[in-house]
């Protein structure tokens, strides 16, 4: 048989250690008697044990000091600064509409009406830059406002970039709001709404850093054009 060279620690959620000999029933607590949280002595993600005093002769000190990695699968311990929660947005680096809007819906848990009003505040926000009226909505207004050339609000180098970033909103409107609008309420958790709020302060930022320079030759060209087909 072979011997093992550690024994294992005992360290609470909060990652103060409780024992490194949790071999020894006397030395483990159920609780950690500084913080009141719950102890763990193997790894959330793959059951290894934490390691703790060395059993293959006398090392001075305290023993181990607590890790923030299994070594096994290499994945943070819950008390990591690595594995803090990432659901929160931060609102300091969003647009001031979309905090307004958006971020009490997610901060109460309604996800679901979180997404759909970020997606309003998008939508208006291309509405009112590119002149349009309330007749055009959804990713029919992003095709619209962002097709190559022609569309007001377009930008990029190429006709291939602008054609992607056409895509881009108009993609984020059909497969980031739609399902949270109609068939996968279910699906709109917190880690998603997370995420898309994020995705359409990123297509806002786009959108105004892109756009103000050429936006007003592009509505008179579209105007233009749309006086030549009506008289066709």
Do not use: N
């Given at each position: 048989m072979v011997r093992k060279e550690y024994d294992v620690m005992q360290v609470c959620l909060e990652g103060h250690k409780i024992t490194g000999a949790y071999s020894n029933p006397?030395?483990?607590q159920p609780a950690c008697e500084e913080c009141g949280s719950d102890t763990i002595h193997q790894c959330p993600n793959c059951d290894a044990d934490i390691k703790g005093r060395y059993l293959g002769g006398v090392i001075g000190g305290t023993g181990p000091e607590?890790?923030?990695?299994?070594?096994?699968?290499?994945?943070?311990?819950?008390?990591?600064?690595?594995?803090e929660d990432f659901t929160e947005v931060d609102s300091s680096v969003l647009d001031n509409e979309l905090v307004e809007r958006s971020i009490s819906q997610y901060e109460s848990g309604h996800y679901q009406s979180a997404v759909q009003s970020a997606f309003i505040?998008?939508?208006e926000r291309v509405r009112d830059r590119g002149n349009f009226g309330r007749d055009i909505?959804?990713?029919d207004l992003m095709t619209e406002a962002f097709t190559p050339e022609r569309g007001?609000?377009?930008f990029g180098e190429t006709g291939?970039?602008?054609e992607?970033?056409?895509f881009l909103y108009r993609g984020a409107m059909q497969s980031l709001r739609n399902p949270a609008s109609h068939r996968f309420i279910e699906e709109v958790d917190?880690?998603?709404?997370?995420?898309?709020?994020?995705?359409v302060n990123l297509l806002l930022r786009l959108m105004e850093s892109n756009t103000s320079s050429d936006t007003t030759s592009k509505l008179e060209q579209r105007a233009e054009s749309d006086a030549v087909n009506s008289d066709n």
């Open positions: 006397e030395f483990r607590v890790k923030e990695f299994c070594d096994r699968c290499g994945e943070p311990y819950p008390w990591a600064d690595e594995a505040v998008l939508e909505h959804g990713s007001p609000l377009s291939s970039e602008q992607g970033v056409m917190e880690e998603y709404a997370r995420d898309v709020i994020h995705t």
